[in-house]
């Protein structure tokens, strides 16, 4: 069984049209995450939610929007699409971030190769 | 904050050679330390971890050591394989703020040739 799945895998979508990204854990964790990589890979973090809290939002456009229905499941929702939205998306959970101890890693998805045309 | 360095790469060597990926830390308290491996066209998956000094971390013939008095937890393998091209990132997880929070490198590329 895969332990953190994304669909799609890749998306291939014109500029200004909305578009959604589904992932789904099924390790049993409290956190779950979204990160965008780009052609360097460099790996930035967009949001992190904590059963179903929202407890990170880093500086990304009002135009992506994560929805948690629960604890097992982040999506996450674009807007109006731009070029500069390309990259790999990747969904990661976790362990409660709320956690005081313990060691706190994360499993990472397969990722969603986007690309704005 | 909190901040991860390590070399940018890429790092080329030859299949067998012994590499080094260097990566330190600044962080306010006492962090666990991560190395993930990113195989091509696949997510990040854990190859190591450390929670405390001089803890080492070792699995497939990678190892780290988590020097506090340097703040560092560099990546080592005595001999590498074609099969270890990939990207390798360091990553530190520390409390701040009421949940914990992991930092990550840039990343970097590692090309094995034959």
């Known amino acids: 069984d895969t332990a953190v799945s994304q669909t799609p895998k890749y998306l291939v979508t014109q500029m200004g049209n909305d578009k959604s990204i589904k992932c789904e854990q099924n390790l049993g964790h409290d956190t779950m995450y979204w990160y965008k990589q780009d052609s360097k890979k460099f790996l930035k973090i967009m949001f992190s939610y904590n059963n179903k809290e929202l407890i990170i939002n880093e500086t990304v456009p009002n135009r992506f929007s994560p929805k948690s229905p629960d604890k097992a499941h982040l999506n996450l929702h674009i807007n109006s699409l731009e070029l500069g939205d390309s990259a790999v998306y990747f969904c990661a959970s976790s362990r409660s971030s709320r956690a005081v101890a313990g060691v706190y890693e994360q499993y990472f998805g397969p990722g969603t190769r986007l690309t704005v045309t | ?114």
Request: aromatic share 12%; charged share 20%; net charge negative.
């Open chain 2, 1 to 114: 904050g909190d901040s991860v360095t390590q070399m940018e790469g890429p790092v080329t060597l030859s299949e067998e050679a012994f590499l080094t990926i260097n990566c330190t830390y600044t962080a306010t308290g006492y962090p666990s330390l991560f190395w993930y491996v990113q195989y091509p066209g696949e997510g990040l998956q854990l190859l190591l971890k450390a929670t405390k000094a001089d803890d080492k971390g070792s699995n497939k013939g990678f190892e780290a050591t988590y020097r506090k008095e340097t703040t560092s937890f560099h990546l080592e393998k005595g001999s590498v394989q074609v099969s270890d091209s990939a990207v390798y990132f360091c990553a530190l997880s520390e409390r701040s703020g009421g949940y914990q929070k992991v930092t990550f490198g840039i990343g970097t590329k590692l090309q094995v040739i034959p």
